[in-house]
């Protein structure tokens, strides 16, 4: 006779699982720490602020990863904490012509968007192995995978996320840990709202074979995938969350 299992609901399929999502206050980064705390994983979340009005259940750290003394703590600190998840969401953009990228602009990116998550993913990488499980889920960008006219220093630290990932899946798979980027498209946060505004929103809609912008929910929906039991097989992938835009 064969054995059946039950599948895990979606309330406990993280039970006992420590996850760290940077950039967790807001937009896509809240999105996916609360998405993994439904899941039932411990939760903590970075901001450069004091602590805002988060989820009860919510660990919260604060943190500026462009300040690399307070990174270095930071990842000292994560090093103890015995992290089964990381989602390095933080990040920072500035759109320049490259002529006009005022080259500490450029360096602040990068340590943000590439540096940090690198040293963090450096830091939780020894209790995965030691676990034989982990899962890491960098979020990157549409531009990580094409690019447009004044993102130059965007997608320098976009691409290298997913080069990093790539090598991080590479290396680790052989200790059950998988790593993969996430690549949002324009997706409907208060943040787009203020750039873009209605008549930007609707236009940049068109251009999108969906008809609309993404949510952070589907966004953080599919990061909790990734980040879960249920993934086995995907692992060193730069996968595009952006109504088709990049393919046509």
Same mark, same amino acid.
């Given at each position: ?22 950039? $967790?206050? %807001? ?8 998405? @993994? &705390?439904?899941?039932?994983?411990? /939760?903590?979340?970075? !901001? ?10 919510? $660990?919260? %750290? ?8 307070? @990174? &270095?703590?930071?990842?000292?600190? /994560?090093?103890?904490? !015995? ?166």
């Amino acid at each position: 006779m064969t054995e059946t299992r039950e599948r895990p609901k979606m309330t406990d399929r993280l039970s006992g699982k420590s996850c760290l999502v940077t950039g $967790g206050t %807001r937009g896509i980064g809240l999105a996916v720490a609360k998405n @993994l &705390s439904c899941c039932g994983a411990r /939760v903590i979340v970075t !901001g450069t602020g004091p602590a805002p009005a988060l989820p009860e259940a919510f $660990g919260y %750290r604060q943190v500026d990863f462009s300040d690399m003394s307070a @990174l &270095s703590d930071f990842s000292r600190e /994560v090093s103890c904490l !015995g992290v089964d998840i990381l989602v390095n969401n933080a990040g920072i953009n500035k759109i320049s012509p490259l002529t006009e990228v005022d080259i500490e602009d450029f360096l602040k990116i990068q340590q943000v968007n590439v540096v940090a998550p690198f040293m963090l993913c450096q830091a939780v990488v020894p209790y995965m192995q030691k676990q034989q499980w982990g899962r890491i889920v960098n979020i990157s960008s549409i531009w990580g995978k094409i690019s447009k006219a004044k993102r130059s220093s965007y997608s320098a630290s976009k691409f290298a996320l997913d080069g990093i990932t790539a090598a991080i899946a590479a290396e680790l798979a052989q200790y059950g840990i998988l790593a993969n980027c996430v690549a949002p498209g324009v997706i409907d946060t208060s943040l787009t709202q203020e750039v873009l505004g209605a008549d930007g929103i609707r236009d940049l809609s068109q251009q999108i074979p969906v008809g609309r912008l993404g949510t952070p929910e589907e966004i953080a929906t599919f990061v909790a995938w990734l980040a879960g039991p249920e993934n086995t097989y995907i692992s060193g992938q730069n996968i595009a969350i952006d109504g088709g835009f990049t393919r046509v």
